[in-house]
């Protein structure tokens, strides 16, 4: 009975201390690994529990990217985690001769450039281990402006954060990100109805875009005008409405500016801005052309707010009635006219209801539309559909009505009334009426 005993507590022992061993190193752990492909790189996202420590290289025939993770333990079930993405074919672990290193072995479809760096703890992630793949052959993206006389007017869509950054947090879990791509998906779509206008995303699925990248892509695409979507969240559940916002570079004036400022670093923290570790001044974001431009891009911007922000009083609540201002990155690029819609508040829960209904989306998305529009019909860009096309102005006479003029133009009343906010079909003599312009 002694030795059968005496086994036992020998094989216990054992167990515990192979089991105490594999503690000993394995002091950090892989808990998720996440893949998030885009049109020009694809990211992985490894979530571990403490700061990696890390070393990788590359392999060819077949292509591989190697990556070892030093005193660490993988928990993740890796099979099925690249079928959606076309640069990776598997990931798997694979043996290391380094004791304690867990190997993950990336199979790869072509050579990539790569950019790997860690992230610390931030928001609702951890720490992390980003790895950016890059296509070396950047897709160009061809000029949406033709040379003749009937080009569309480019409007640039950034839906507000995407893949890692998941933006403001609702209390039952639902993502800002979603928000803003469902919005903003109604607008490309009303935007594209039009004739003369053409929307271009900025982001079109669930992947993070930097905030440099953004400027750039609303560059190469030559937009017109760039719109980015937001819906904002605060502290309290108090604050409700929409606003619109645009470029201040001066020092921000309200708790509520501070407030976007400080989120939009931590947006690109939370995305993976390696830039932004690497530096401690994000000024690098922003493209300052000359004065002359960066007046008029204002000016454009500021009118621009204030036709939406009227289209917007009418579908819901305004949570401030001017144009405010705040030194936002994604605005910075004073080429591009631009603003930042924030359509509610989703840590309001009057707001929040009406962020996911897909209706009030439609009708925001209108209300944008709608002021971008305005605006275009009065000052359309040289070269443009709606230059060719554009809104003439009549003056009213002795003896004119509202219903003669619009016969004068072949136009409706309604049209005309809506060009002009008239509340009413009564006009007085000299009054200046913009006529809209006829598809």
């Excluded at 005496?6 to 808990?31: D, G, P, Y």
């Excluded at 493209?287 to 008029?296: G, Q, S």
């Excluded at 579908?315 to 819609?341: E, F, G, R």
Aim: net charge positive; aromatic share 8%; proline share 4%.
């Amino acid at each position: 009975m002694i030795k059968v005993m005496r086994k036992c507590s020998q094989k216990l022992l054992i167990i515990f201390l192979s089991v105490f061993a594999v503690n000993t190193w394995a002091i950090n752990v892989i808990e998720g690994v996440r893949i998030w492909p885009a049109p020009e790189n694809t990211r992985i996202v490894f979530d571990l529990s403490d700061a990696p420590k890390y070393s990788y290289f590359f392999l060819t025939n077949p292509n591989r990217l190697v990556i070892d993770f030093s005193n660490a333990d993988n928990i993740v079930q890796l099979k099925n985690l690249a079928k959606n993405d076309s640069r990776i074919r598997t990931v798997r672990t694979s043996t290391s001769k380094t004791t304690g290193t867990t190997r993950i072995v990336l199979d790869l479809n072509d050579t990539f450039k790569e950019q790997i760096f860690p992230l610390p703890a931030a928001g609702p992630y951890g720490d992390r281990l980003v790895v950016d793949l890059y296509d070396k052959k950047r897709s160009v993206i061809a000029s949406h402006k033709p040379k003749d006389n009937n080009r569309d007017i480019i409007i640039g869509i950034d839906a507000g954060h995407g893949g890692e950054d998941p933006g403001s947090i609702s209390k039952t879990g639902i993502y800002e990100k979603k928000i803003t791509l469902n919005i903003a998906k109604k607008l490309q779509a009303t935007i594209n109805a039009e004739k003369g206008m053409k929307a271009v995303m900025i982001r079109s699925g669930d992947y993070f875009v930097n905030l440099n990248r953004r400027t750039q892509i609303a560059r190469q695409k030559e937009v017109d005008f760039l719109v980015s979507i937001h819906a904002d969240a605060f502290n309290t559940s108090q604050p409700s409405g929409a606003s619109v916002w645009i470029v201040n570079n001066s020092r921000a004036q309200s708790e509520l500016s501070r407030w976007l400022v400080n989120r939009e670093r931590n947006s690109e923290l939370l995305g993976g801005g390696g830039e932004l570790i690497k530096k401690t001044n994000d000024e690098h974001l922003a493209v300052f052309l000359a004065d002359l431009t960066k007046d008029k891009s204002l000016e454009i911007s500021d009118s621009m707010a204030r036709n939406v922000i009227t289209e917007l009083a009418k579908v819901t609540k305004m949570h401030k009635k001017q144009p405010q201002n705040a030194s936002l990155a994604v605005l910075k690029s004073s080429d591009i006219p631009s603003m930042l819609v924030e359509t509610g508040f989703i840590s309001n829960p009057y707001d929040f209801k009406n962020l996911m209904s897909s209706n009030h989306q439609k009708k925001l998305a209108k209300a944008v539309f709608s002021g971008i529009k305005k605006y275009f019909s009065q000052y359309p860009p040289e070269g443009s559909l709606y230059a060719n096309t554009r809104s003439t102005e009549h003056k009213i006479s002795r003896g004119e009505s509202l219903s003669l003029v619009a016969q004068r133009y072949k136009v409706s009343v309604k049209s005309i009334k809506l060009a002009n906010n008239l509340k009413s079909d009564m006009v007085k003599i000299g009054q200046t009426l913009t006529i809209p312009r006829v598809n």
